[in-house]
């Protein structure tokens, strides 16, 4: 079955970088677009990024374009968020998602 396992949170100061990762197995990688989507504390889940297939295809939320960028590797099977410029208002549990499956998150904490 799908399987997602995000990782590479932590804490970050605002104006830093940090990169995320997302381990995909149980399907077929290459042939799926993928997303990531975060919860900040007391809020709902937002979506932040998608990549389809070829990984050329990329969308992004107005909140974190020119700041964040998507990638996949379709021999890992595994997906990327480059997150830099961070700010405070980006502390939220990232998720990533496949094929209608969501992972555990990884918590992203951006903070002085």
């Known amino acids: 079955q799908v399987h997602l396992v995000e990782s590479g949170g932590g804490l970050a100061q605002p104006g830093g970088s940090l990169r995320i990762s997302c381990a995909a197995s149980?399907?077929?990688?290459?042939?799926?677009?993928m997303t990531w989507a975060r919860q900040a504390p007391a809020k709902g889940l937002e979506w932040v990024s998608t990549?389809?297939?070829?990984?050329?295809?990329?969308y992004y939320s107005d909140s974190v374009k020119g700041r964040f960028t998507i990638s996949r590797d379709n021999v890992r099977n595994t997906m990327y968020l480059q997150m830099n410029d961070l700010k405070p208002e980006d502390t939220a549990v990232y998720y990533c998602n496949a094929n209608g499956v969501w992972g555990q998150g990884t918590q992203v904490t951006v903070s002085p």
């Open positions: 990549t389809y297939s070829n990984g050329k295809d990329t």
């Open positions: 149980g399907f077929p990688f290459k042939n799926y677009a």
